[in-house]
């Protein structure tokens, strides 16, 4: 089975910056896309950024020249610095990939990391 975990989320107060980080762990073949999404109360989930295999990115419109997204394909891992954090930031941080398991690698399944609470005080 493949567990997403996140770790990196905190209090920070406005400009401030933060680190998210999310490892895969379990047998695992391959990860295609990763991301980050986001839900703050009372609103749905949004994308963050995500990142191909290749290292392709793309940002919400919200987020771009402040957030940077990255991955570490040897380590199954998946980045996000946050600079310049505004109250409006402040939400459950999601991690989310395309993963295929050694026992089947050619089928890839979706999966979620249990989110991370980020808040930016002003």
């Known amino acids: 089975q493949v567990q997403l975990v996140e770790s990196g989320g905190g209090l920070v107060q406005a400009g401030g910056s933060l680190r998210l980080s999310c490892a895969a762990s379990?047998?695992?073949?391959?990860?295609?896309?990763m991301g980050w999404y986001r839900q703050a109360p009372g609103k749905q989930r949004e994308l963050v950024a995500t990142?191909?295999?290749?290292?392709?990115?793309n940002y919400a419109d919200s987020v771009k020249g402040r957030f940077t997204i990255s991955r570490d394909n040897t380590k199954n891992t998946v980045y996000l610095q946050m600079n310049s954090l505004k109250p409006e930031d402040t939400a459950v941080y999601y991690c989310?990939?395309?993963?295929?398991?050694?026992?089947?690698?050619?089928?890839?399944?979706?999966?979620w990391g249990q989110g991370t609470q980020v808040t930016v005080s002003s």
């Open positions: 990142i191909t295999r290749r290292g392709s990115t």
């Open positions: 379990g047998i695992i073949f391959s990860i295609n896309a």
């Open positions: 989310n990939a395309d993963i295929s398991m050694v026992s089947d690698p050619g089928v890839l399944l979706n999966y």
